[in-house]
């Protein structure tokens, strides 16, 4: 046996015991004392990483519960509504048919529907009215396409400005196309998570034509 570590002693001394130096673990972990506090500066950055994902979080939970509550919606042109009246004769029904298919083949509809109502103010206030029922990932991007082809199907629509959509929500608005006589009229068109519609309002300004259309959309406007 080695005599390095543990020798012979002499009789009353103590015997050295000390273990040699590749006794020790290798896997035995350093004791670095305490970690230091997290900075002030990282305790931000951490708390607003935190802040904006839960912003994210919340905004897609509020964004799919709009979705879900505005998708089963059905659209009807009742005999009345907002106080006029529908209009059912061959001329009225075949204009209304040809505004319903042009707004039809513009954006993809589960159901559309075109009515004329006639108002008993006077004939040249009749209202020409369109619309139909589909899942709107973007109600106001598909409104202003809408418009566009408005636009292209009676002349550009100008003045488009948003207005109060009333209390069934979405996005509303409303401008102003030319017609034959020089002058304008009134359109105005609403979308949401479930459906879209559009009116041409004569004889009116699109303050008045706003005010019709929201009074008109809860008439024809319907969520199960």
């Not at 390095?4 to 273990?19: C, F, K, L, M, N």
């Not at 509020?62 to 879900?68: F, V």
């Not at 069934?168 to 105005?188: F, H, N, R």
Request: glycine letters at 12%; one cysteine or more; aromatic letters at 4%.
């Amino acid at each position: 046996m080695s005599n390095d570590r543990i020798s012979a002693a002499e009789p009353g001394e103590p015997i050295d015991v000390t273990p040699p130096v590749w006794a020790a673990s290798p896997d035995a972990p350093e004791d670095d004392g305490p970690r230091p506090p997290m900075s002030s500066r990282r305790k931000i950055v951490l708390g607003s990483v935190a802040v904006v994902v839960l912003a994210g979080v919340l905004g897609v939970g509020i964004w799919g519960a709009g979705i879900i509550s505005q998708q089963d919606t059905t659209m009807s042109t009742p005999v009345k509504a907002a106080g006029l009246t529908k209009d059912n004769s061959s001329e009225a029904e075949a204009t209304a048919e040809d505004l319903r298919a042009a707004f039809a083949a513009g954006i993809d509809l589960k159901s559309s529907v075109g009515a004329v109502y006639t108002d008993p103010a006077g004939a040249n206030r009749s209202v020409l009215f369109f619309g139909g029922t589909a899942l709107l990932w973007s109600p106001a991007k598909d409104l202003d396409t809408l418009f566009r082809l408005m636009g292209d199907e009676s002349g550009e629509v100008s003045g488009v400005h948003e207005v109060d959509a009333g209390a069934l929500g979405g996005v509303m608005k409303c401008g102003t196309t030319p017609v034959d006589d020089g002058g304008t009229m009134a359109v105005c068109g609403w979308a949401d998570h479930g459906a879209t519609g559009m009116a041409l309002f004569p004889s009116r300004s699109p303050e008045e034509a706003g005010t019709l259309m929201r009074e008109m959309r809860g008439a024809v406007q319907t969520r199960d």
